[in-house]
């Protein structure tokens, strides 16, 4: 066994001489370098885990040349023998870095992530957190060595008036490290404590009756999709994605009935949503008739794709709003058209669990031990809540002068 100071002048002399085999360090014990039938040469470090009793093992550092030279080998063995010495398996540490690097990289393992994500509204937010807030910040940062500071500047990269989109991505970030923990990727979050940011200040606008006049004439002018997507809005009062993303499928004309499965609902809660006379009227001016399709996107882009065009709808509407009544209404979103039937609701005289019921809200009546023991769908109220709400709508549309509706209700 050749044994000598690793250095160049000894490794080159090694070679030269034509030998192959270990040449083993003389000062530092177990460091050698292995020198192959055709000269090249990889430095090595030989030890055991547990004393003699245990088999002798042997770790690859690097070949010869660059990064690693005899005195960056040597560095390298000191620092393994310093791991064997406090009872660390320097191959498995190799593991472990090289997993880090590359498996639980942040990137790569939220990617991971939003695969394991159900539900269509809940994995979006996911994607467009990850890609505009997440990604940017930690990078390709291992998931175990992301610190609480790592965590803050996610959000102080965010602007102050985004308060209701940095608790999206703070329900993101903190639900995948909470994955992680479950997984045994990371022993613990660094968001353990952080402070959710502060709640936004809930909305309260809802549509006049006069000013749903003006929306049910003006929306039709607007787009072929858009049109009846805000007129089910109204007369539904389910979610913008719900009825966009809608499938014939879903859809039954002799039982006048919408049956909204779990994974396209934003609880993951099914829902059997009662038809109205205006709402049958609605599909069938879609379907150009009484016989619906039996499958497909009912409202389908000329490319196929589900409609996503909300803004230029929305601008389009408001706009032609504008020319009608001789000024644009008072600031209002799509999402408000539901606060607006469940207000409605209120003013008609329907029961707060059948309004729940209609919007599909898992709380209030139907959270805790009452939604575990209360098991009644409601169906025929809710059909007779929404055939309420179908005739106050009829009855908002007759010829009452919009302008002056407005002016007298406010």
Known sequence: MATGRISKRTLDAFQSSGMTGFLWDEDLK???VRVAASGAASYVVQFRMGGRESPTRRYTIG????????????EEAVRLLILVARGIDP????????????????????????????????????????????????????LPTITRSDV??????????????????????????????????????????METPPPVKPRDRWLLDA??????????????????????????GQRREEVTGLNWDELERE??????????????EPNTVPLNDLAITELDLVAKGEKWPKHGRVFPTSTGAGFTGYAKGKAKLDRLIG????????????????RTLATGFQRLGVRFEVTEAVLNHVGGSRSGVAGIYQRHDWR???????????????????????????????
């Open 30 to 32: 177990g460091f050698g």
């Open 63 to 74: 070949a010869n040349g660059s990064p690693w030279t005899p005195a960056t080998a040597r």
């Open 91 to 142: 191959m498995e540490e190799d593991k472990k870095r090289r997993r880090e690097a590359v498996d639980l990289a942040f990137s790569k393992y939220a990617d991971s992530f939003s695969v394991a994500c159900k539900g269509k509204g809940w994995k979006t937010l996911v994607n467009r957190s990850i890609r505009l807030h997440l990604k940017p910040v930690l990078g390709n940062k291992p």
């Open 152 to 193: 803050v500047a996610v959000f102080d990269r965010m602007p102050d008036e985004q308060t209701a989109n940095k608790r999206n991505v703070f329900a993101v970030l903190r639900r995948l490290f909470k994955w992680a923990v479950s997984r045994g990727d990371i022993v613990h979050s660094p968001m353990e404590g």
């Open 211 to 236: 000013e749903l006049k003006l929306i049910w004439e003006q929306v039709p002018n607007t787009h072929r999709c858009f049109g009846p997507i805000v007129r089910l809005l109204i007369v539904t």
């Open 255 to 268: 039982t006048r009935e919408w049956r909204l499965p779990s994974h396209r609902t934003k609880n993951g």
């Open 323 to 338: 020319q009608s009544y001789g000024r644009p209404l008072p600031p209002w979103r799509l999402h408000d058209l539901r």
């Open 380 to 410: 025929e109220e809710k059909r007779q809540a929404l055939r309420v709400w179908n005739d106050h709508i009829v009855k908002i549309l007759g010829p009452v002068g919009a302008g002056t509706a407005i002016a007298d209700e406010r």
